[in-house]
């Protein structure tokens, strides 16, 4: 079992930054791959990022690629996104996954996660 929190979300002008977080808990964090991906409203839920904890692989969606940022912190168990330039596009809920590599994981599927946070908002405005 696996919890995960998200944390870091809020309103940003336009051009701004934001860092969130994903602070996860119970099973061993580090043999895990992470990803966030967003929702915005009237919208399904697609990929922004993804990485192998133990591993430098990282994935992102091209809307982001070059803007964002995945990183992880092994000692906090604690996944980053962090954000620059942001966009009013970026407008959404943001939601971290875990996948426990019990499983086939493709970094842009959701239904290759196990485990999903509540989400956070970010509101980005023009």
């Known amino acids: 079992q696996v919890q995960l929190v998200e944390s870091g979300g809020g309103l940003v002008q336009a051009g701004g930054s934001l860092r969130l977080s994903c602070a996860a808990s119970?099973?061993?964090?580090?043999?895990?791959?992470m990803g966030w991906f967003r929702q915005a409203p009237g919208k399904e839920r697609e990929f922004v990022a993804a990485?192998?904890?133990?591993?430098?692989?990282?994935y992102y969606a091209d809307s982001v690629k070059g803007r964002f940022t995945i990183s992880r912190d092994n000692a906090k168990n604690t996944v980053y996104l962090q954000m620059n330039s942001l966009k009013p596009e970026d407008t959404a809920v943001y939601y971290c996954?875990?996948?426990?590599?019990?499983?086939?994981?493709?970094?842009?599927?959701?239904?290759?996660?196990?485990?999903w946070g509540q989400g956070t908002q970010v509101t980005v405005s023009s």
């Open positions: 996954a875990a996948n426990l590599g019990r499983s086939s994981w493709s970094p842009t599927l959701a239904s290759t996660y196990d485990y």
């Open positions: 119970g099973r061993t964090f580090s043999t895990y791959a």
């Open positions: 990485r192998r904890w133990s591993a430098d692989n990282t």
